[in-house]
């Protein structure tokens, strides 16, 4: 007998192929629309071969996911309570989506409307997809600790995936009906630094988060608490904005370059901030080791979070305070020298 055909050689290509029956109630009506969505974003793990299944049981291990859990959610009679009554959700109404993006008053393209297709949830619906997702997960990490790397489960990767799948469509539900919630409040932060599709994008990522955390049993409602944290986001990314801006300046004046307010009655673009930041960046690129240090870590540039005091980088370079300041005062001439060669000033409107 060779060695490949041997019981011993079957054994180490073993692949756990043992029936996991997927939940009885899975045949519920009111879980259709979310198992049929499953279905259509879950990969057949059939054909895989075995490490690729021990790779992906350890990737479904490591995996986080996020739940609010219930007491109920473990007894048998969960599924049939939670999943008894319809939704009833509304459909898509194009008007109502295009009032809401004419309303956001930001010049936006009508495409955008599509975002705002979707009706707003009545308390009833929002509570009863809140826990839905919360109950699909709960048994997504249920069914994910009974795996077992050394004896890696096809149909129960699958099973895992395909709950973690329908949670994922009873939470975009919610995302969708609260969209315009985030089309209101981050127009309110849109100037000519802020754009409204960054600040749109990075608000649904917020909205998301939300969804997320949000425990639907203490009888809030959603948008009460979506509205802080979308609204804190914003806020957070403009302020971000504005202190960049605000250590190029400074930067900038250090050089010896020109950025009073008479002399750019409109604001740089944010083209061109980044096309400086780049030139900017190239010329940090010929300091040498210390003076690079020195003029990121005392104008809070790159990874330096706060500015230095000389005193601060002498100990850390092991040099007097004096010789950081002359260190300083060379890579600043650098850098003046090097602004006038390659004509910043040619970046202003």
């Known amino acids: 007998m060779s060695e490949a055909s041997s019981p011993a050689a079957k054994k180490t290509k073993r692949v756990s192929v043992a029936r996991v029956r997927k939940p009885v109630w899975f045949k519920l009506h009111e879980l259709a629309a979310s198992l049929e969505a499953g279905e259509l974003y879950v990969a057949s793990l059939a054909d895989q071969p075995r490490p690729s299944l021990i790779s992906q ?36 109404q194009t008007e109502v989506a295009i009032a809401a993006v004419r309303k956001a008053g930001a010049d936006l393209p009508i495409h955008l409307s599509r975002l705002c297709e979707a009706r707003l949830l009545t308390p ?4 009863a997809l809140f826990q839905r997702m919360n109950f699909l997960r709960y048994h997504a990490e249920v069914q994910r600790s009974l795996l077992d790397i050394a004896e890696p489960s096809v149909t129960r990767l699958e099973l895992i995936q395909q709950l973690l799948a329908m949670a994922d469509w009873h939470r975009d539900r919610i995302v969708e009906a609260n969209t315009r919630l985030v089309f209101s409040i981050v127009k309110k932060f849109i100037n000519v630094n802020n754009q409204f599709d960054d600040l749109l994008s990075d608000g649904i990522v917020a909205l998301i988060r939300a969804v997320e955390k949000f425990d639907y049993d203490r009888g809030f409602r959603f948008s009460t608490y979506a509205t802080q944290v979308v609204r804190r986001n914003a806020y957070r990314q403009v302020v971000q904005k504005q202190q960049e801006r605000a250590k190029m300046v400074g930067g900038l004046q250090d ?20 096309e400086l930041r780049s030139r900017l960046g190239l010329m940090l690129g010929d300091l040498d080791r210390r003076e690079k240090f020195i003029i990121r870590a005392r104008f809070s540039l ?35 020298a090097m602004a ?8 202003e409107p």
């Open 124 to 127: 009833v619906q929002e509570s």
């Open 302 to 336: 790159g990874s330096h979070r706060k500015v230095h005091t000389l005193q601060a980088l002498a100990d850390k370079l092991g040099v007097s305070k004096e010789r950081v300041r002359q260190l300083e005062r060379r890579a600043m001439d650098k850098l003046r």
């Open 340 to 347: 006038g060669e390659v004509q910043l000033v040619e970046l």
């Open 255 to 274: 050089m010896d370059i020109d950025v009073s307010d008479e002399d750019r009655g409109s604001a740089i673009s944010e083209t061109r901030w980044h």
């Open 57 to 92: 049981t350890k990737a479904m291990l490591k995996q986080e996911i996020g739940l609010i859990t219930n007491a109920q959610f473990g007894e048998m009679s969960a599924a049939k309570e939670i999943f008894a009554k319809p939704l009833d959700l509304a459909p898509a």
